[in-house]
């Protein structure tokens, strides 16, 4: 299992950016594809992004393509989610999540450890 902690949370106002972070420990952090998810008040959590546990290859939710970036630094054990021309919608709980080597993963049973969550609040 892997113990995953985000942060980089806060409140914007619309058009700012923001990058948030999840650190992992436990197992080869490089044998994990990692996600992002988010969940607002009243909401179903929705997919956000995810990258590839081999490296390369991503995925974007259609609401945030091209003004989110996911990336990964291995030796850093962290996942990283750049967000871009952040908009009032995108306020919510920015959950990150991790799956061994599966590929593609866009919907949460496809991951088995999750982290606690960050705040994300965008103001107009």
């Known amino acids: 299992q892997a113990q995953l902690v985000e942060s980089g949370g806060g409140l914007v106002q619309a058009g700012d950016s923001l990058r948030l972070s999840c650190v992992a420990s436990?197992?080869?952090?490089?044998?994990?594809?990692l996600g992002w998810f988010r969940q607002a008040p009243g909401k179903e959590r929705e997919f956000v992004a995810a990258?590839?546990?081999?490296?390369?290859?991503?995925l974007y939710a259609d609401s945030v393509k091209g003004r989110f970036t996911i990336s990964r630094e291995n030796a850093k054990n962290t996942v990283y989610l750049q967000m871009n021309s952040l908009k009032p919608e995108d306020t919510a709980v920015y959950c990150c999540?991790?799956?061994?080597?599966?590929?593609?993963?866009?919907?949460?049973?496809?991951?088995?450890?999750w982290g606690q969550g960050t705040q994300v609040t965008v103001s107009s």
């Open positions: 999540a991790a799956v061994w080597r599966k590929w593609p993963a866009r919907l949460g049973v496809d991951y088995h450890d």
């Open positions: 990258v590839f546990w081999g490296g390369g290859s991503t």
């Open positions: 436990g197992r080869t952090f490089s044998s994990y594809t």
